[in-house]
């Protein structure tokens, strides 16, 4: 079946940095588009960061632009985040997931996240 496991978050203050890693099976990753969401207490889920199937186009929400990097291996069936100049707003859990191929939108059940709180 399919999992998406998220991991690398933790407690950092402002302008820190933290990678984050999703471990993908169960599926075809190198035939799937992928997107990391983050889901902050009280707000709806939102798509942070994308990547295209083979890694060559990506796409990032504004507010993280210019210090989020998405990148990804398919060999090893890895997604990652890199998150730099962190500010208190990225607190949230954090969830990687497949694009659908022609609808817009997650592709699979969520896994369990990974929680990044970011501290002045």
């Known amino acids: 079946q399919v999992q998406l496991v998220e991991s690398g978050g933790g407690l950092v203050q402002t302008g820190g940095s933290l990678r984050l890693s999703c471990a993908a099976s169960g599926f075809t990753f190198s035939t799937y588009a992928m997107s990391w969401y983050r889901q902050a207490p009280g707000k709806e889920r939102e798509l942070v960061a994308g990547?295209?199937?083979?890694?060559?186009?990506?796409n990032y929400a504004d507010s993280v632009k210019g210090r989020f990097t998405i990148s990804r291996d398919n060999v090893k069936n890895m997604l990652y985040l890199q998150m730099n100049s962190l500010k208190l707003e990225d607190t949230a859990v954090y969830y990687c997931?497949?694009?659908?191929?022609?609808?817009?939108?997650?592709?699979?059940?969520w896994g369990q996240g990974t929680q990044v709180t970011v501290s002045s």
């Open positions: 997931n497949a694009d659908r191929r022609i609808t817009i939108g997650p592709r699979w059940d």
């Open positions: 990547i295209s199937s083979a890694g060559g186009r990506t």
